[in-house]
Nanobody
Framework: QVQLVESGGGLVQAGGSLRLSCAAS????????LGWFRQAPGKEREFVAR????????YYPDSVKGRFTISRDNAKNLVYLQMNNLKPEDTAVYYC?????????????WGQGTQVTVSS
């Protein structure tokens, strides 16, 4: 049973930083893609970052490019999202996701989410 458990959310002032972690378990993720999404109240879920578990191939939307960095620790089965220069519009529940690294992109598993609140 695949499990993704996020942690590291919280309240931070605008301009501050947070690092989210996602602990992945239940299978070998070598052929998977891991990603982060977010959903603000009243809005649709938005893609934030993704990375191939095997390495490289990171991708970000323009809304977070240059501020957010995704990385992974294969030995610990952890995926991180370093968020710098946070803005109030980054406030959302952040979700970790995993999917087999196929084209088209698919997401098979989701975590329960962690709240990030950025105050102005």
């Amino acid at each position: 049973q695949v499990q993704l458990v996020e942690s590291g959310g919280g309240l931070v002032q605008a301009g501050g930083s947070l690092r989210l972690s996602c602990a992945a378990s239940g299978r070998t993720f070598s052929s998977y893609r891991l990603g982060w999404f977010r959903q603000a109240p009243g809005k649709e879920r938005e893609f934030v970052a993704r990375i191939l578990w095997s390495g490289g191939s990171k991708y970000y939307p323009d809304s977070v490019k240059g501020r957010f960095t995704i990385s992974r620790d294969n030995a610990k089965n952890l995926v991180y999202l370093q968020m710098n220069n946070l803005k109030p519009e980054d406030t959302a529940v952040y979700y970790c996701a995993a999917g087999v690294a196929t084209v088209p992109i698919r997401w098979d598993y989701w975590g329960q989410g962690t709240q990030v609140t950025v105050s102005s």
